[in-house]
């Protein structure tokens, strides 16, 4: 079965802790991007990646990590420094930059206890 | 910069009634052109796209979508409407020719009456 697969599709978060979001891919794609979605907002993009080890800042990066270590995952670190967490997170993949014909994860949907 | 305005937040429309979803954008280059569509608690799917070529884009269920160069827009229609269209519709643009992000409008919630 081939795609994207976040996980988890809940999570919860307690003040002060660290959560990851994990998003693998199977479509063999380069690039690879995170997006926060909040209701009216639609999607802010956080960071994203054209190749392995290496990774750009999107316009809402701050309380956010990632990394790169392997072409099919690109996991995010939602830190404690993000003040306001609570939101729908969705993961995408695209062949390139250029022709930006994305495909999404289902999200992970992030809440605050 | 680029970006993208989509000019309602909400559309209602009555079952088999036509529907047009708004989009238009701000570019001093040349553009690729993309509507996705969003069903509860899911990721983004794409609905179809403008590259190249004709003007007049279609999707496989009934959509379609024309680039108007000069009026800068990526208007959204669909001739007669299901209950099973009601989504969230994004429309996205990226610039041709350039290793830029693709910016997404702040979507259009299609609700469907019966």
């Known amino acids: 079965d081939g795609g994207i697969t976040q996980s988890p599709k809940y999570l919860f978060r307690k003040e002060g802790q660290n959560v990851t979001l994990s998003c693998e891919q199977n479509l063999n794609h380069d690039a690879m991007y995170w997006y926060r979605q909040d209701p009216g907002q639609g999607l802010r993009l956080i960071y994203y990646s054209q190749i392995v080890n290496d990774f750009q800042k999107g316009d809402i990066a701050e309380g956010y990590s990632v990394s790169r270590e392997k072409k099919e995952s690109f996991p995010l670190t939602v830190t404690s420094a993000q003040k306001n967490p609570t939101a729908f997170y969705l993961c995408?993949?695209?062949?390139?930059?250029?022709?930006?014909?994305?495909?999404f994860g289902a999200g992970t949907r992030l809440s605050v206890l | 910069a680029q970006s993208v305005t989509q000019l309602d937040s909400q559309v209602p429309v009555f079952e088999e009634a036509p529907v047009e979803l708004r989009c238009n954008y701000s570019?001093?280059?040349?553009?690729?052109l993309f509507w996705y569509v969003q069903y509860p608690n899911q990721g983004l799917q794409l609905l179809l796209k403008?590259?190249?070529?004709?003007?007049l884009v279609k999707s496989i269920n009934g959509f379609e979508a024309e680039f108007n160069k000069s009026q800068t827009s990526f208007h959204l229609r669909k001739p007669s409407v299901h209950i099973s269209d009601t989504a969230e519709y994004f429309c996205?643009?990226?610039?041709?020719?350039?290793?830029?992000?693709?910016?997404f409008g702040k979507g259009t919630r299609l609700h469907i009456l019966p």
């Open positions: 995408a993949t695209g062949q390139s930059l250029a022709k930006n014909i994305q495909y």
């Open positions: 403008y590259l190249s070529g004709s003007t």
């Open positions: 570019s001093s280059v040349s553009v690729y």
């Open positions: 996205a643009v990226s610039h041709m020719n350039r290793d830029d992000k693709i910016i």
